[in-house]
């Protein structure tokens, strides 16, 4: 088992430190080497800071281990301390993961293609697992400004990557997976 001093993130956690920690966490949970409970309080502490949840999702969704496609109760509870900034990351993660898969296939790398479909496909069942109501609003907004130029936040985050009519397409076909009608 982990002790506590490996359990603990710091307030001021910083991205790169997420992705190392959240790299030992996967690696400790497929061998078993540490409680449901400690799974639980880390990934809480973690996706309570944008870089704790920024380095969390990086790590935890492009990881080729198994754990991402079939979140843990632990894994769910935990996501669910920390709504806003959840929703925010795994809405955007599903429209950058769809638009990279796009990027590598133009650029004929499969395996990047691959890793980025993989992204998109669990940003979406855990969306789906989660079924929050913030996460429906995000997904909805984000769909809506795919599809029509508006909406401020959005707009200037399809911009800001440089989203061309396709990706910004595909981005609002994946959104619409999860938004409940």
Known sequence: MMSEAELTIPDNVTFEDAIALTQDLMGKMENNAISPSQVQETISALVASSNGARGFF????????PLADYPSDEVLTALKTSPELVSELLVKNVAMSTAMAITHRRQENGSMAQGSARVQRRSIHLIQQLNHELIQQQAQQMRDSALTG????????????????????????????????
Not at 58 to 65: A, D, I, P, Q
């Open 58 to 65: 990086v790590t935890y969704l492009s990881s080729e281990s």
């Open 150 to 181: 508006k909406g401020e936040a959005e707009v200037a985050f399809f911009q800001r990557w440089g989203y061309d009519d396709q990706q910004r397409n595909a981005i609002a076909q994946a959104l619409a997976q999860v938004i409940e009608t």
